[in-house]
């Protein structure tokens, strides 16, 4: 079973960029990582994937064209990197391991990212 | 599809079953109707408890199936226990590279 380490919180600015890592120890990172974002006292909200075998992406369309999604295989770390961020970007970012874009077998612990002037 | 649409909450008691339901789904039979559902605890991160449709991961108790029947799968809980009281979530494509997540129902077990 691959456990997902994801990096600290982080408070931002309006109109600025984040950067969020995933790090999987025990296993590889699957056929694709996922990014699921969760506002306050809210659902879950898919954002996209990335295949760590081939690169490919596919995004959301309410962040796509702010958002980029990308692996390093040499150091089983996927990277979420959103920017102009608003704070209706403010929420729990999670990334999971899945076999198909659904089917999501581990998760990391969340990441709070706080947008706020 | 437009969206998956679930029950903001439902209840039971101990011992009782209950079912959740997602409707919206795609009613063909490909690889793009297939289902996942997820269970939130507060705080945590979510956890599978079924995957294509009706199979559960290793470690989720056999309390948990799955089904699907047209455009509307359903999640079963039987003999519910008191740490099954969590956030569910379906989800299920939207197209062949991206996916939805329906609203999540709130299940209380009183």
């Known amino acids: 079973q691959v456990h997902l380490v994801q990096s600290g919180a982080e408070v931002k600015k309006p109109g600025a960029s984040v950067k969020v890592s995933c790090k999987a120890s025990g296993s590889t990172l699957g056929s694709y990582i996922t990014w699921v974002r969760q506002a306050p006292g809210q659902g879950l909200e898919w954002m996209g994937w990335?295949?760590?075998?081939?690169?490919?992406?596919g995004y959301a369309q309410k962040v796509e064209g702010r958002v980029t999604m990308t692996t390093v295989t040499s150091s089983n770390t996927a990277y979420m990197d959103l920017r102009d961020l608003t704070s209706d970007d403010t929420a729990v970012y999670y990334c999971a391991r899945g076999w198909t874009l659904i089917w999501l077998d581990s998760w990391g612990q969340g990441t709070l990212v706080t947008v706020s002037s | 599809q437009s969206a998956l649409t679930q029950l903001a909450s439902v209840s039971g008691s101990p011992g009782q079953s209950i079912t959740i339901s997602c409707t919206g789904t795609s009613s063909d039979s490909g690889p793009y109707s297939s289902v996942s559902w997820y269970q939130q605890h507060p705080g945590k991160a979510p956890k599978l408890v079924i995957y294509e449709v009706s199979n559960r991961p290793s470690g989720v108790p056999n309390r948990f199936s799955g089904s699907k029947s047209g455009n509307t799968a359903s999640l079963t809980i039987s003999a519910l226990q008191t740490e099954d009281e969590a956030d569910y979530y379906c989800t299920s494509y939207r197209s062949s590279d991206t996916v939805f997540f329906g609203g999540g129902t709130r299940l209380t077990v009183l």
């Open positions: 990335v295949s760590p075998i081939d690169g490919k992406a």
